[in-house]
Nanobody, 114 residues
Framework: VRLVESGGGFVQAGESLRLSCVVS????????VGWYRQPPGKQRELVAG???????NYAESVKGRFAISRDNLKRMVYLQMNSLKPEDTAVYYC?????????WGQGTQVTVSS
């Protein structure tokens, strides 16, 4: 199983980024997917989740600004991030999981400058 994130970078406050995650080595449609982040010096936290049946949930701090999506045929997970703020600065991780399995990518850095 492998998850590989891309799309991170350095942006100014108010700008947008789209993170992508390509997944291999699993029956992807069966998994809940999510994006987590770990700000400097803080614990990893859930940003957005998307179940295998299409249910979504978001951290309060990103509601209305971020959107998670998936393409089961391409085995991709996306996180569209709009109106970025300096407090969104973190390493962002892609996750795929179900009852007995939990897999993580290596992370991609997002830095938002004020």
């Amino acid at each position: 199983v492998r998850l590989v994130e891309s799309g991170g970078g350095f942006v100014q406050a108010g700008e947008s980024l789209r993170l992508s995650c390509v997944v291999s080595g699993m029956f992807f449609p069966a998994y809940t997917v999510g994006w987590y982040r770990q700000p400097p010096g803080k614990q990893r936290e859930l940003v957005a989740g998307l179940s295998n049946i299409g249910s979504t949930n978001y951290a309060e701090s990103v509601k209305g600004r971020f959107a998670i999506s998936r393409d089961n045929l391409k085995r991709m997970v996306y996180l569209q991030m709009n109106s970025l703020k300096p407090e969104d600065t973190a390493v962002y991780y892609c996750n795929a999981g179900r009852v007995a399995d939990d897999y993580w990518g290596q992370g991609t850095q997002v830095t938002v400058s004020s």
